[in-house]
């Protein structure tokens, strides 16, 4: 089973409205929902989740509120009903016009993302080698921090990375785990 | 070496001054602090690690805007350095009177935490007892969701909770991490 809990933080009085409208994004897409005061709990198949989270994310961006969404990505998690589902294929953003289109047109993003490979001694090669993947990604910027990595890009550039670490770790452990907090339009600056 | 990664979002327009306010709360504590632009990160003693969190959080909620803590706790991670010190003594908050005192004047919230034991086959065997004693607690409600467990009650009993799972899932494991989401003051309720 995969699956996704996120949360969108408009930091504005109209923070209510930005949410809803957000929230509403998912509807065009085939997923499980459930939202509750805290979060939302998505599940799904892969390439419909995805491209769901983008939708909602880059709705809530276009308030030109500074916006943080956090967002939980997991696979495989034995506590779960289910199965899992992967079929790599073109995300919305992809379709929309591939990389070079997104840089162009969407927002720059900063995100901090933690990967927990669960259930291996091996975990740390899994984290260092999935550092390292995105530090080769030249569509976005990468750095390690205490707890997590932080990158930096447009966002379906972002979105792009988190996906290739939550699959490629999956190729050495069933069950992973991605804690992400994405944001935009920061006053502090990226 | 446990630390910590945690930001706050009040949903309001004047979100800086209350992150501002909340951030300096944390000079009181003898902790190692790095803020950027999407996080706070703190390293240190375990006691002031946790009074400290609590303490801007509690000033954040003051404002009575809706506020979101993020929240990442570590302890053990073989990739940072420094050692492990722990020494279990009174928080802030139950120096300040007791759990039933602070029942009475600590604002409720409520959480969604995942526990993350690190480098062991045994790991659902570890989170499944936490979640058991949470639900054992008579301070929190406890409710467990796809992905995570949800936490009710006072803000002092919450964040009890928490480093009960903490540092009972460091007793099987040295590598833990928690990821949690503390919200007050939401429209919805809790």
Request: proline content about 8%; charged content about 15%; some cysteine.
């Amino acid at each position: 089973m995969i699956g996704a809990r996120f949360s969108l933080y408009p930091m504005g009085d109209d923070f209510v409205p930005i949410i809803l409208k957000a929230v509403q994004a998912l509807n065009a897409y085939p997923l499980e929902q459930e939202t509750d005061d805290i979060s939302t709990f998505l599940s799904g198949e892969e390439n419909a989740l995805f491209a769901a989270l983008e939708a909602a994310f880059a709705r809530a961006i276009q308030s030109d509120r500074h916006v943080v969404m956090n967002l939980t990505l997991s696979r495989g998690c034995p506590g779960e009903p289910g199965e899992d589902v992967c079929d790599p294929a073109p995300t919305v953003s992809q379709l929309a016009g591939g990389p070079s289109a997104a840089d162009a047109t969407h927002p720059h993003i900063a995100c901090q993302f933690s990967l927990y490979p669960m259930g291996t001694h091996s975990y740390m090669e899994t984290i260092y080698a999935q550092i390292k993947r995105a530090q080769q990604n030249r569509a976005v910027s990468t750095v390690p921090q205490h707890f997590c990595t932080r990158l930096e890009g447009p966002l379906p550039a972002v979105m792009a990375q988190l996906r290739e670490a939550f699959d490629h770790a999956a190729e050495t452990t069933p069950h992973v785990v991605i804690h992400a907090t994405l944001s935009a339009n920061s006053p502090t600056g990226a």
